[in-house]
């Protein structure tokens, strides 16, 4: 069974700071990783996803994350917080199965940028 | 645009009041999913389908019910509404097979249920 704990459900950061999300997962098969991110009464927009290629991925607004196997993780960074980056963010898993995806997702990180 | 259109937005109904949300879909994508999205929480899947086949997540109680009557739309029917279902509604579809754009999800707006 694959599952996804995010570390923190609150973050918070000064504008211009370094984001860190903390992703952890668990897989019994090789894995598909993505991070997206939800506005206010939004859907979830895909920021990046990680299948199986590079390991350091980059995605949409500046962000990156890295595929870690030896630790099961895969964080979310930028290194300059923007005050338009405030959002849930949320890491999901997906087994690779070369069919469709069934995405399970973590609980989610509100993430905070103050001036 | 391509994308993932999802009504209404905002839904009132009341306790016991059948309510449908719908789901249209241009990317002509063959796999739609049904997410319940509680307060503060993670999407939780209800139920997807692969074309026309229905799959069923095992905890989804009796009360939610979706058609798909083509590739393009999808519906989410909730029998009779509780207080406990009060939630967003996140509809998205997939594309099998291969490329840049396979088996990534692409979500809609989402519809919010108010119970009253």
């Known amino acids: 069974a694959q599952s996804v704990t995010q570390l923190g459900s609150h973050v918070s950061v000064s504008e211009g700071a370094l984001v860190l999300l903390r992703c952890n997962y668990s897989s019994s098969v090789p894995p598909y990783l993505f991070w997206y991110v939800q506005y206010p009464n939004q859907g979830l927009q895909l920021l990046l996803k990680y299948t199986s290629a590079a390991t350091l991925v980059k995605g949409i607004n500046g962000f990156e994350a890295e595929f870690k196997k030896s630790e099961t993780s895969f964080h979310l960074t930028k290194p300059s917080a923007h005050m338009s980056d405030a959002a849930e963010y949320f890491c999901a898993v997906t087994p690779f199965s070369g069919g469709y995806n069934k995405l399970i997702f973590g609980a989610g990180t509100r993430l905070a940028v103050h001036p | 645009d391509a994308m993932v259109i999802q009504n209404p937005r905002y839904q009132v109904t009341q306790f016991g009041k059948p309510v449908t949300l719908s789901c249209s879909q241009t990317?002509?994508?063959?796999?739609m999913y049904w997410y319940q999205q509680k307060s503060s929480q993670a999407p939780k899947l209800l139920f997807h389908?692969?074309?026309?086949?229905?799959?069923n997540e095992a905890d989804t109680p009796d009360n939610f019910q979706s058609r798909r009557p083509n590739t393009s739309f999808c519906f989410l029917d909730i029998r009779s509404p509780g207080l406990g279902d009060a939630a967003m509604y996140l509809c998205?579809?997939?594309?099998?097979?291969?490329?840049?754009?396979?088996?990534?999800?692409?979500f809609g707006a989402g519809s919010r249920l108010t119970v009253l």
């Open positions: 998205a579809t997939s594309r099998v097979g291969s490329g840049s754009g396979a088996n990534v999800l692409t």
């Open positions: 389908y692969y074309d026309k086949d229905f799959n």
């Open positions: 990317l002509n994508h063959n796999v």
